[in-house]
């Protein structure tokens, strides 16, 4: 099993969502975070002032899924969220040891 965390843009979400679904790949957590990369940051003006905002807001879209289907998983997160502009996000996918379901007791690929 893999966990496939993704950092996108907003406006984005509801295009990777849709997509997903498409694809039979149901189940994630979303979460709005803040933060920077490369991008550092912007500026913006409010009311005539320049304000310096460090952190950028995005959200968070946490996916697990099976060994067979992590691909399909980033194929299509990469394909919906790219907007060419720098600030579109990460991707990161790391090895999942076990999921439980706290319901029915369900290990492993079963529980997800």
Request: charged letters at 30%; a negative charge; proline letters at 1%.
């Given at each position: 099993?893999?966990?496939?965390?993704?950092?996108?843009?907003?406006?984005?979400?509801?295009?990777?969502?849709?997509?997903?679904a498409?694809?039979?790949?149901?189940?994630?957590?979303?979460?709005?975070?803040?933060?920077?990369?490369?991008?550092?940051?912007?500026?913006?003006?409010?009311?005539?002032?320049?304000?310096?905002i460090?952190?950028?807001?995005?959200?968070?879209?946490e996916?697990?899924?099976?060994?067979?289907?992590?691909?399909?998983?980033?194929?299509?997160?990469?394909?919906?969220?790219?907007?060419?502009?720098?600030?579109?996000?990460?991707?990161?996918?790391?090895?999942?040891?076990?999921?439980?379901?706290?319901?029915?007791?369900?290990?492993?690929?079963?529980?997800?």
């Amino acid at each position: 099993m893999k966990k496939v965390e993704a950092i996108i843009r907003h406006f984005k979400l509801e295009d990777v969502k849709n997509s997903l679904a498409e694809q039979e790949i149901h189940g994630m957590t979303v979460s709005e975070v803040r933060g920077f990369g490369r991008q550092k940051g912007h500026t913006e003006m409010y009311r005539g002032t320049e304000y310096a905002i460090d952190f950028v807001p995005k959200v968070k879209l946490e996916i697990v899924c099976t060994d067979e289907t992590v691909q399909k998983v980033i194929d299509t997160v990469l394909q919906n969220a790219q907007t060419g502009d720098i600030g579109d996000g990460k991707i990161f996918i790391t090895d999942l040891q076990n999921a439980i379901r706290i319901r029915t007791g369900e290990m492993g690929e079963e529980a997800i």
